[in-house]
Structure formats: C-alpha cells, structure tokens
C-alpha cells in the first residue's frame, strides 16, 4: 500500500477540523516527515546480530536473530553469565530443582573451562537414586547412567579453554558429544524424570560424596541447559525458560581466575607471570623445570678438572676413577643420616689382575655387606637382620674377572621372588641367583662404616687396581671431598667420605710394568695394565724376545727342504719346482730344445719331444730316412730309417748310427 492512500484513508477517518484550521496560503507546498515512495528495505541488510548472530528476514522492516550459544537475547548481545566454582579452592556447588517432566530424548549441555584433570560436574537424582552423573577423570569427561553404564570421552577438555559438552539419552542409548563430534555412545536402561528432581552442579554437600567423583569441580560453568530449559545461576536480562535454582555454596559470578603467583611457586629466583588458574615461571640461566626447580649444576663447573660432571634431578656428582695400590689408603665413608629411601641394590665398576680384594665392605655391628674377588670371580655376602642368627647370602659370579679390563657389576634384589642377583657387564649369561631371600641391607643408611678398597683402616687396603662409580641404592660414595669441589652438592640424601687425609691419584694408572724396558733383543713392550706383552723381531721370540728364532719351526718350504740360517732360512727345492718357498712349480717345456714343430710332452722331471712325420731324433733335430719293404718267409716287414732288407729271414741292414731290429 502506498503512502498517499495510507494519508487519505487517515484523514477520513479524522474528525472534520474547523474552518480556522484549514486555511492555508493559496500557494503553500508544506511537507512535514513524507517521503514519496513505498520502502520495504530488508533489516539483515544492515548485520543487526551481534556474536556471530544468523540474522532471519520476518516480512516487512521485521527480523529475528538466531543466536549462537552462549548468547541470547534480541541481537545475540548478551551473554549468559560464567559461574565460577572452586575460587581460591574452596568447596563449592549449586543445587537445581526441576520444574517438569523432561520426557524423551534428555539433552544436557554445557560449556565447562578447567585446568584441574578431575572433579563432578553433573548429577541428577531423585528422592530414591543418583540416575545419571557426570564427573572429569584424568582430564577426560566420565558418563555413569543408572549407578552401572558407564562411557569414557578419549579427548582431554582440561587444558584451560572452554569446551561444549553434551550428553543425550535417548530412549536405551546414551551418547557423549564434544561440540558436534561423538565421543562415543553406550547402551543404558531407559531413564525416567519427574518434576522436582534434584541437579547437583560442581559437587554434592557431602565432601566424601564428592571425593569419589574426584572431589569438587574448579573451574567455569556457562549456559548450562536441559533440552530447551536453562539453570542459570544468575539470571540474564533476556527473559528465558528456566529450572529453579534452590542453592548456590561459594559460587561467584563470572570466570575470575586464581592467582597462582600470590605464593610465588617459582624457584631459584625464577619470576611468575599469571595465567587463567596456572603460572608460568621464567627461568634464570642454568635452571629449567616448570618451576625452575631443575638447577643446570654441570652448567656451573662444579667438578675439579679431573673430573666429569653427572647431573642429577636435585644436584649433581663428580665422578672420576681411583687407582688403588697396596700403598694407598682405604676410603671410609657414612651416610648423612637424611637417607630415607629403602636400600636394595649396589653397583660399582672395577678393573685388576687381583685374583683376590676387597672392593667393598660395609658393616654395623652384626650387620654386613662385602664384595670382593676370590679365585678371579665375584663374590658378594650379605648378612641383615637378627643378629648373628639372620640367614646370610653369598652370590657369585659364574666367570673370572680378573683379566684387567674394565667391568661394571649391579647386584640386586629381585622384588617377586625376594631374591639377590649379579649382573656383570650387562649379559645375561653372567647372572648369578642367590639361594637366601634377605631384606634390604638399610644398615648401611643408619650409620654404618662403608669402606673401599679394604675390610677396614686397620687392615689397609688388599686392592691393586681401579674403582670406577660405586653406587649404594642409588647414591654415589664420591671420591671428592666437598673441600675440593667448586660448589657444595645440593642434594639432601649423601653419602660422605669421612677420611679427609687420604691423598688420591685420579684416574686409572696401571703399574710400570714396561720401565725400563723388560723386551729383550730390541723387542716392544706394550702395556697391559699391569702386565706387558713383547713385540719381538722375526729373529727372536719368547715372552722377552730372549730366544732365537727357528726359522724352520714354521715349515716355510712348500716343496723342499728347510735349512736354518743365522739370518733366516734357504729352501732346497725338490725337482720341478723353484722360488723362495719352493712354491713355484717350473715349466720344463719352456726352454726346451724340441726342433721347430715338434710338441713337447712334459713330466715331473724332464720332457720328451713328439716329431712330426718328416723329421726324426730325440729332439726331432733329423730328417726322417725312408722305408723299405721286405718279403719275408713268414710275413712282411719294414725296414726303418734307410735299413735295407737282410737276406736273412725278418732282419734290416742299418745304416750308421741306428740299431735294432728293423
């Protein structure tokens, strides 16, 4: 309809004004808010929705937005309001009632935000049962339906960042949704609502009730709704359906956030910066760890030149090797007496040619412990417990090693079968089980004398060789005095060597054993810690390079005979065969004196010549001199090489220089 009809059908339906209202000048034109025209401009035009707000076209200058959530309102501008549970850690929690029936399908969503990987979210119960309940575990959402079904999302929401979770039961299925992706769906028994069941947000008033959920929910709810209805916890402007909130304990409006560096949880001087319910820690140099609790120590240089530092999760070790000999000292140690953790196991490297040692012994009074060598294997007694009458182990190892290398042995208990065992150099095959069953030896911890090297101070030391890191439960008896070291280490648990006057000699130092040199006749020696070996000229051999040597031991001549010489051997060569070594068999037709076309036929010791037809002699060298043929009385015959027949019956006449028959 346009608008010059609209302003007649308006003014007939006006009352008539007087004769003084209607006159007007003869030429007047005035126009009060007309425009010409009909304008019906679409209003989604103009973007009217807020948030993302899908804007619908009602007809004439009309529209309505359709919100996303968790906006509401007639622009989508206003948002539901954040409840915050658990501020400051308290036990907090809302209590909603419900107002009808819910029906057939059951659809319960909510935005949630937490950094805390457990703790309820939802329950609903009647006046008899909890039917369904909702609850985080190790920062993954948790359905239960009927105290029985139950159904595990596999995405972690705990990570500070609002996510929309959704759970639907419909008829006897439940399914988990995570935004608009499944989680996941189960088959459940059909649940049943009536008004007045009881929805319990963020825990239960019972403490212990709630700690079987995980505890009390920290963290952020936001629009919160049951199929259509809202539980708001503080009311929106925007009239919408809503469920009957009954309580609110310790909830607070909005999304604050703990302020987690109030305590500075930052160490080493590392400075916190706030997040939403957590912190982060800038670290100094050197240290690292969420809370710079990790000191870098080996960054520091802490360990004398000869040394290499270990890191370790609270300080640091030196570690270097010692060389032992009859004349050095025994290393005592004892604990600090701050070793708390149970002691069930020991390993240390070592190098000798010791048959029998002591490496380590520890005792307090009745109570001991020992590793030594007998007979080049390992051996390890263990006694720990009632005195004298407590059972004793004694496990050995099943090959020498006294050879001078270098081997690490860990000696511990096996937790099922309670048994002790040695593993020497990480194989299998040299595992040794023990027969006893004995607890750990935490004798060592409360006081006791732990020595190596030697059974005691007294008794000096009985090892010539090297100790490597030793270990007793896991802590290092180290070879560097506190005094020595550039830093104090700073871990609580210690053992402390107490023999400040014993002087060292770092480093793994074998005997003297090639000065002077032992190695006759100009011979090499080589080191072999503590035991030398002689690299003799061909001309010499023994273990000193003190005998001569015979050159025909080895039987160098492959055929012939050996005989010796002051500067070596010569070979005698059998026939046919040539070389040093008698290993080059000759070639006797090579320069042999067959005439020109005659083949010569080898053997192992001469050669013969085979003729052509022509020509004739041992080397082929003659003409070959005509046949005759001859009549005899019995049969026929030749005479060769120019013989003539014989008037004799089967004889030739030769000429000079042939003979025989024919």
Not at 102 to 107: N, Y
Not at 109 to 118: A, E
Not at 467 to 487: A, H, Q
Request: hydrophobic letters at 30%; proline letters at 5%; a negative charge.
């Amino acid at each position: 309809m346009c608008g010059n009809a609209l302003a007649q059908i308006s003014l007939l339906n006006a009352p008539l004004p007087s004769p003084t209202h209607l006159r007007l000048p003869k030429d007047s034109r005035t126009q009060v808010n007309i425009t010409a025209g009909c304008s019906d401009k679409d209003k989604c035009e103009e973007s009217p929705c807020r948030n993302r707000g899908r804007c619908v076209s009602q007809g004439w200058r009309s529209y309505i937005c359709e919100c996303h959530r968790p906006y509401e309102g007639h622009d989508c501008a206003e948002e539901y309001i954040t409840a915050r549970f658990g501020n400051k850690d308290l036990e907090s929690y809302a209590v909603l009632s419900l107002d009808n029936d819910l029906g057939d399908p059951v659809t319960i969503s909510m935005f949630i935000r937490t950094r805390q990987s457990s703790g309820l979210l939802l329950i609903l119960a009647n006046s008899t049962s909890q039917y369904l309940r909702l609850w985080l575990e190790v920062g993954k959402v948790k359905v239960q339906v009927n105290n029985f079904e139950t159904l595990v999302g596999q995405t972690v929401v705990s990570d500070g960042h609002f996510h929309l979770i959704t759970v639907k039961l419909e008829g006897t299925t439940a399914s988990l949704l995570q935004s608009a992706q499944s989680l996941g769906l189960m088959t459940i028994r059909r649940v049943q609502t009536h008004p007045g069941d009881v929805v319990f947000v963020g825990g239960l008033p019972d403490s212990r009730a709630s700690a079987s959920f995980g505890g009390y929910f920290k963290g952020c709810v936001q629009d919160l709704r049951i199929n259509s209805k809202r539980l708001q916890f503080y009311p929106i402007a925007t009239p919408v359906e809503s469920h009957n909130l009954v309580k609110l304990v310790n909830v607070t409006e909005g999304c604050s956030s703990d302020n987690a560096c109030a305590v500075n949880p930052c160490l080493n001087g590392g400075q916190c910066y706030s997040m939403w319910d957590d912190f982060i820690c800038s670290c100094p140099p050197n240290t690292a760890g969420r809370r710079c609790e990790e000191v870098k120590w080996c960054e520091l240089s802490p360990c004398p030149a000869t040394a290499v530092c270990l890191p370790l999760s609270q300080g640091f070790e030196c570690l270097s090797n010692v060389t032992f000999r009859l004349e050095s000292s025994v290393l005592q140690y004892r604990s600090n007496r701050k070793i708390e953790h149970s002691l069930a196991g020991v390993s240390l490297s070592f190098r000798t040619r010791q048959s029998a040692a002591t490496l380590l012994h520890a005792q307090k009074e009745t109570d001991y412990l020992t590793v030594s060598l007998l007979n080049s294997h390992l051996v390890m007694e263990l006694r720990a417990g009632a005195g004298m009458d407590s059972p004793k182990v004694t496990a050995q190892s099943l090959g020498p090693l006294s050879n001078g290398e270098w081997h690490t042995v860990e000696i511990g208990r096996e937790t099922r079968a309670s048994r002790w065992i040695i593993d020497v150099d990480g194989g299998k095959e040299n595992i040794s089980v023990s027969e006893t069953a004995v607890e750990d030896f935490n004798f060592v911890r409360d006081g006791a004398d732990i020595f190596l090297g030697g059974l005691s101070q007294e008794s000096g030391v009985d090892l010539s060789g090297c100790l490597g890191r030793v270990e007793i439960g896991g802590l290092l008896l180290p070879f560097y005095l506190d005094t020595e070291l550039n830093l104090p280490r700073p871990q609580e648990e210690q053992f402390v060597r107490i023999n400040g006057n014993a002087a060292l000699r770092y480093g793994c130092w074998g005997a003297s054993v090639c000065t002077p040199n032992p190695c006759q006749n100009e011979g090499t020696c080589e080191d072999l810690f503590d035991l030398h070996q002689c690299k003799c000229s061909p001309e010499w051999t023994g273990s000193l390079c003190q005998e001569p040597t015979d050159s025909c031991d080895s039987s160098p001549c492959v055929h012939g005979s050996c005989i010796n010489l002051p500067e070596g051997f010569r070979c005698e060569c059998e026939p046919g065969f040539t070389g040093e070594q008698c290993e080059v068999q000759v070639d006797l037709c090579e320069n042999s004196s067959c005439s020109y076309g005659a083949t010569c036929l080898k053997s192992v010791q001469s050669y013969t010549c085979l003729c052509p037809r022509n020509v004739t002699g041992h080397y082929c060298e003659l003409p070959q001199l005509p046949v005759s043929s001859c009549k005899g009385t019995r049969w026929n015959y030749s005479c060769f090489n120019g013989g003539n027949c014989s008037e004799a019956d089967n004889t030739c006449y030769c000429l000079p220089g042939f003979t025989g028959q024919w």
